[in-house]
């Protein structure tokens, strides 16, 4: 097929009359563009935020006595990371508390994942696993209604909610909780804050996910 001044044109490969407008559109990228950096910002407020929350337990100054936390942990470690193919969509995020040391994982995830959810994640898998799973269920109710979810995922990387992905930590499914605990070998929990909230549009990031970590505390608590 041939289209204008004689170029080959093939039907899989044009854009359609909205694309070509978007991808001629320089607003549009602006736009992206001040919006990642007000995520950014946001990120490290949460940042800062959350450095308070470890100062309060003890492990900034590299006290142990607050939380379990598996051997060398680090408690100045973190990370921001920022890319555009989480299952096609931008995302950006902070790890804060953050340890990957081999089999042990003791992170917290704070992940702006654009078209989605905003996710505050506990990631936990290693040496101490069992206690913490103890911790979890001896301690179901002081966890339980704060609009958390258990990750039902085979993998930790997974970051949709819902049947079959998640499943919410109520006051009424301890047993259940407890059962699904007991056949995993890490333990994610998530709470998710749709794109929607006005607290989101607000600029109220850092303050959801400080909460979010607060609410998890006594899974990984001494």
């Known amino acids: 097929m041939l289209g204008h001044e004689g170029f080959s044109i093939s039907p899989s490969l044009s854009l359609t009359d909205e694309e070509a407008a978007l991808v001629a559109d320089a607003q549009f990228f602006r736009k992206k563009e001040r919006i990642s950096a007000k995520v950014r910002a946001q990120l490290d407020a949460t940042y800062a935020g959350l450095t308070d929350e470890l100062r309060q337990v003890g492990l900034h100054a590299g006290l142990q006595a607050g939380l379990i ?12 990371v920022k890319g555009e193919q989480l299952e096609s969509f931008p995302y950006q995020y902070l790890d804060y508390p953050k340890h990957f040391d081999g089999g042990n994982k003791f992170t917290f995830r704070t992940l702006f994942w654009w078209g989605h959810h905003l996710a505050c994640a506990l990631i936990l898998e290693g040496d101490s696993i069992k206690q913490y799973k103890k911790n979890l269920v001896d301690r179901f109710h002081q966890v339980a209604g704060q609009e958390l979810e258990l990750s039902l995922a085979p993998t930790l990387w997974e970051w949709k909610r819902g049947e079959g992905y998640t499943l919410p930590i109520t006051h009424d499914r301890k047993a259940q909780i407890a059962s699904v605990l007991a056949e995993r070998r890490f333990i994610k929990i998530v709470r998710f804050v749709p794109m929607t ?26």
């Open 69 to 80: 936390v598996p051997s060398g942990f680090n408690p100045r470690a973190h990370q921001f």
């Open 197 to 222: 909230d006005p607290r989101l549009q607000a600029g109220l990031l850092p303050e959801l996910s400080r909460e979010a970590f607060r609410s998890m505390l006594p899974i990984v608590a001494v």
